[in-house]
C-alpha cells in the first residue's frame, strides 16, 4: 500500500501518467525502451509501485559500491559485471526456474548511449526460461510509461522483432538521438547468409 502510494505521488509530481494495467503473469522478462536517461530507473520503479508490480533490474556493478548499494538492491537492484561473460543468462534462468513469482527488468539496448541494435540478452533469457517478455515502456514526448504487450516469444525471431518493432514505434526516450533501430545483429546475420 505505501509502495503504491509513493508510486502515485512521484508520477503526479513528475506529471507522467500510468497507462494499462499490470500482466496477470506470474513471470515474465519486461522490456525497458527506449532507455536513454539515468531518469528512466525512477519512472519504471515508480510506475511499477503505483501498478502493484515487484521488479528486479539490472544495473553495472559500479552503481552498487558503498551506501547507495544497499538502497539499490531493496529497490530491485541486481548488479552486473562489466566488461567480463559472467554467465548472467542462465543465472537468471535459474533464477526464474525457482521462483514462483519474478518480473526482471532488462533494457534491450544495453545502455543508456546510442547503439544500432538490441542486444539478445531479454530474448534468449526469455526463450530458455520458457517465460513471456512484456513490452515496457516510457514515452517522454506523451509523459506516460507502462506495461504493453505480452509477447510469448516463437521459433521466428523475425516475426518477434517485428512485434517490437511495431510496438516501440511511436515511443520517444527522453533523448531521442540515442534510440536505435530496434533490430538484433544476429537478424542482419541470418539475412547474410
Request: charged residues 25%; proline residues 5%; contains cysteine.
Amino acid at each position: 500500500m505505501i509502495r503504491r502510494s509513493i508510486g502515485r505521488l512521484v508520477l503526479r509530481l513528475a506529471r507522467w501518467k500510468a497507462e494499462g494495467s499490470a500482466p496477470t503473469e506470474q513471470k515474465y522478462v519486461l522490456i525497458a525502451a527506449p532507455h536513454t536517461s539515468n531518469w528512466d530507473l525512477l519512472y519504471l520503479l515508480a510506475l511499477s509501485f503505483h501498478l502493484g508490480v515487484k521488479v528486479s533490474w539490472l544495473g553495472k556493478d559500479s552503481l552498487f559500491r558503498g551506501p547507495m548499494g544497499f538502497v539499490l538492491r531493496r529497490f530491485g537492484g541486481v548488479p552486473v559485471p562489466r566488461g567480463k561473460r559472467s554467465g548472467m543468462v542462465e543465472s537468471l534462468v535459474d533464477q526464474f526456474q525457482r521462483a514462483e513469482s519474478l518480473v526482471i527488468v532488462i533494457p534491450a539496448e544495453a545502455t543508456r548511449s546510442y547503439t544500432d541494435h538490441w542486444k539478445s540478452g531479454f530474448y534468449r533469457v526469455a526463450v530458455a526460461a520458457q517465460v513471456p517478455i512484456v513490452c515496457g515502456y516510457l514515452d517522454y514526448q506523451h509523459r506516460v510509461g507502462g506495461f504493453g504487450l505480452v509477447v510469448q516469444p516463437t521459433d521466428d525471431l523475425d516475426a518477434d522483432m517485428a512485434v517490437f518493432r511495431s510496438f516501440y514505434a511511436d515511443k520517444q526516450g527522453k533523448f531521442p538521438e540515442q534510440v536505435g533501430e530496434v533490430r538484433m545483429r544476429s537478424e542482419d546475420i541470418a539475412k547474410s547468409l
